[in-house]
Nanobody, 115 residues
Framework: VQLQASGGGLVQAGGSLSLSCAAS????????MGWFRQAPGKEREFVAG????????NYADSVKGRFTISRDNTKNTVYLQMNSLKPEDTAVYYC?????????WGQGTLVTVSS
């Protein structure tokens, strides 16, 4: 499956951004989807995940209550709505897809939060 993330940009602290990740090449609803991020000088970390149906989601503690992951299986797209952004949310954000693990990765989109 091919993944194309978009929606990153520069935003002030307290602002919002919405990321999208469009999938192609395989049946989208067969895959668990996730968002990860990697800040400069840090390891990549899990941000949020959603089940194949979208009914179940989970989040890193650092983003709970601020970020929302969702998916539209009719559009082969997963979203990440990010509210109340903080400078520490600055990172390259990646979407990923998989079944038993996240085997497929998009190219990443940069989110920069200014203080």
């Amino acid at each position: 499956v091919q993944l194309q993330a978009s929606g990153g940009g520069l935003v002030q602290a307290g602002g919002s951004l919405s990321l999208s990740c469009a999938a192609s090449g395989h049946t989208f609803s067969n895959y668990v989807m996730g968002w990860f991020r990697q800040a400069p000088g840090k390891e990549r970390e899990f941000v949020a995940g959603t089940s194949k149906s979208g009914l179940n989601t989970n989040y890193a503690d650092s983003v709970k209550g601020r970020f929302t992951i969702s998916r539209d299986n009719t559009k082969n797209t997963v979203y990440l709505q990010m509210n109340s952004l903080k400078p520490e949310d600055t990172a390259v954000y990646y979407c990923a897809a998989g079944t038993s693990d996240f085997a497929y990765w998009g190219q990443g989109t940069l989110v920069t939060v200014s203080s």
